[in-house]
């Protein structure tokens, strides 16, 4: 009989693609579903990023690259003060990057600081690495933030990991440089503690974004800053992520990498250096775009008797509280509630508890402005329908 590693004993297909894939089975079966339940923006890739990885193709550019990748994209990543290339590795995806890390540095009954709500991947990759994810959990009554207090009493001596995602996936909180600096002086006094800073939704932002590396300098040998082109340039299909960090680090990771995928797309890579060092002109009409989504979004939620919705600063996500929604229809969980949702009116959308974080749900505006619309009427309708 198929009997799975006890590694992956509970790593599950994530709520976010089972919840996508069952609103596209429901489309096939001719239901008009509305899917705001994906982190992808609607945006196509810029044309000139397509163009230069036809180019790249036709100039024979198919073959393996360097397994940290090539040597002109990591030296576009590190076009930043004090980086050098061999600070930066290239991966099939921010995920990876992420993945590489863990397998890298983790030893069975390592733990990982992972504040919640979070990007879903965070903890199945610990798991997978053989890790403890040990979960800091950061109500909406606290802004969804990590405060310098719980940072230190959640660190133990087996702690190798903080895990920061500014902008956040589900919340789109941004922390302020103050915030950033307050917990750098936590960590700066616990030097088993290494720092992930999950900066890809960066240049998705409706307040100024800073980098943890610019906040926290003397932290820089044992940070590990993370970023793609998947969200700012809508390429989420090419699989091209960066980390950068220390060199020791970098390597091990590379060996990791150079054992699974032996480095990323050679095309792609072609396609992201494109990306980094195009005049990005995309970046500005879309983030508005976003912005205006978000504040119809976020009004139209507010309006809704039984749902109190906070206002994100970057990202494409919202994270609203449905507990008085889940209450008055008696549902069991946040997740029963959305599948509830799919089935009564067609709108998709992910439960909290994907995130570490009961009843809220998640609500991409990565849609085109109609579906938001209709989204939001729906939601508005099936919330009346509980009475
Ligand atoms: N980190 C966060 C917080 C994300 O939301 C995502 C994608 O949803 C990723 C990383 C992964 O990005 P990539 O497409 O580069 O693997």
Same mark, same amino acid.
């Given at each position: 009989?198929?009997?799975?590693?006890?590694?992956?004993?509970?790593?599950?297909?994530?709520?976010?693609?089972?919840?996508?894939?069952?609103a596209?089975?429901?489309?096939?079966a001719?239901?008009?579903?509305? #899917?705001?339940?994906?982190?992808?923006?609607?945006?196509?890739?810029?044309?000139?990023?397509?163009e230069?990885?036809?180019?790249?193709a036709l100039?024979?550019?198919?073959?393996?690259?360097?397994?940290?990748?090539?040597?002109?994209?990591?030296?576009?990543?590190?076009?930043?003060?004090?980086?050098?290339?061999?600070?930066?590795?290239?991966?099939?995806?921010?995920?990876?990057?992420?993945?590489?890390?863990?397998?890298?540095?983790?030893?069975?009954?390592?733990?990982?600081?992972?504040?919640?709500?979070?990007?879903?991947?965070?903890?199945?990759?610990?798991?997978?690495?053989?890790?403890?994810?040990?979960?800091?959990?950061?109500?909406?009554?606290?802004? *969804?933030?990590?405060?310098p207090?719980?940072?230190?009493?959640?660190?133990?001596?087996?702690?190798?990991?903080?895990?920061?995602?500014?902008?956040?996936?589900?919340?789109?909180?941004?922390?302020?440089?103050?915030? +950033?600096?307050?917990?750098a002086? !936590?960590?700066?006094?616990?030097?088993?503690?290494?720092?992930?800073?999950?900066?890809?939704?960066?240049?998705?932002?409706?307040?100024?974004?800073?980098?943890?590396?610019?906040?926290?300098?003397? +932290?820089?040998?044992?940070?590990?800053?993370?970023?793609?082109?998947?969200?700012?340039?809508?390429?989420?299909?090419?699989?091209?992520?960066?980390?950068?960090?220390?060199?020791?680090l970098i390597? #091990?990771?590379?060996?990791?990498?150079?054992?699974?995928t032996?480095?990323?797309?050679?095309?792609?890579?072609?396609?992201?250096? #494109?990306?980094?060092?195009?005049d990005?002109?995309?970046?500005?009409?879309?983030?508005?775009?976003?912005?205006?989504?978000?504040?119809?979004?976020?009004?139209?939620?507010?309006?809704i008797?039984?749902?109190?919705?906070?206002?994100?600063?970057?990202?494409?996500? !919202?994270?609203?509280?449905?507990?008085?929604?889940?209450?008055?229809?008696? *549902?069991?969980?946040? #997740? =029963?509630?959305?599948?509830?949702?799919?089935?009564?009116?067609?709108?998709?959308?992910?439960?909290?508890?994907?995130?570490?974080?009961?009843?809220?749900?998640?609500?991409?505006?990565?849609?085109?402005?109609?579906?938001?619309?209709?989204?939001? =009427?729906?939601?508005?309708?099936?919330?009346?329908?509980?009475?």
């Amino acid at each position: 009989d198929f009997r799975r590693a006890e590694r992956i004993a509970t790593v599950e297909i994530s709520e976010i693609v089972r919840l996508s894939e069952r609103a596209a089975d429901m489309r096939v079966a001719g239901r008009d579903v509305i #899917a705001l339940s994906t982190g992808e923006p609607d945006f196509p890739t810029p044309a000139p990023v397509v163009e230069a990885a036809h180019a790249a193709a036709l100039a024979g550019k198919t073959r393996y690259t360097a397994t940290a990748g090539t040597a002109e994209l990591r030296d576009a990543v590190a076009a930043r003060p004090g980086v050098t290339r061999a600070e930066v590795l290239i991966s099939t995806g921010a995920k990876q990057v992420l993945a590489n890390a863990m397998l890298a540095t983790l030893d069975p009954g390592d733990e990982v600081l992972v504040p919640a709500p979070y990007w879903s991947s965070y903890t199945e990759i610990v798991t997978m690495a053989g890790g403890r994810a040990v979960v800091i959990t950061c109500p909406m009554s606290a802004d *969804f933030k990590l405060s310098p207090e719980a940072l230190e009493a959640a660190i133990t001596p087996k702690t190798r990991w903080l895990m920061l995602n500014s902008p956040s996936n589900p919340t789109g909180v941004v922390y302020t440089a103050d915030e +950033l600096r307050a917990l750098a002086d !936590v960590l700066a006094r616990h030097p088993n503690v290494w720092i992930i800073a999950d900066e890809i939704y960066e240049h998705l932002n409706y307040v100024p974004v800073m980098s943890f590396r610019d906040a926290a300098p003397e +932290l820089e040998q044992r940070t590990l800053i993370v970023n793609g082109v998947s969200k700012a340039w809508s390429m989420t299909g090419w699989r091209i992520g960066w980390g950068i960090g220390p060199k020791a680090l970098i390597a #091990a990771m590379t060996a990791v990498q150079g054992q699974v995928t032996s480095g990323a797309c050679s095309v792609s890579q072609a396609a992201g250096l #494109a990306a980094l060092t195009g005049d990005n002109e995309h970046l500005k009409p879309r983030c508005a775009a976003f912005r205006a989504r978000r504040d119809k979004l976020v009004a139209g939620l507010n309006a809704i008797d039984g749902i109190q919705c906070p206002n994100p600063d970057g990202a494409f996500y !919202v994270f609203p509280s449905i507990t008085r929604l889940i209450e008055r229809g008696g *549902f069991a969980s946040d #997740a =029963a509630f959305c599948t509830w949702l799919l089935d009564e009116v067609g709108v998709a959308i992910v439960p909290g508890r994907a995130f570490g974080l009961e009843g809220h749900a998640r609500i991409s505006f990565a849609y085109a402005d109609g579906e938001l619309d209709e989204g939001l =009427a729906r939601i508005a309708d099936a919330a009346g329908r509980l009475g």
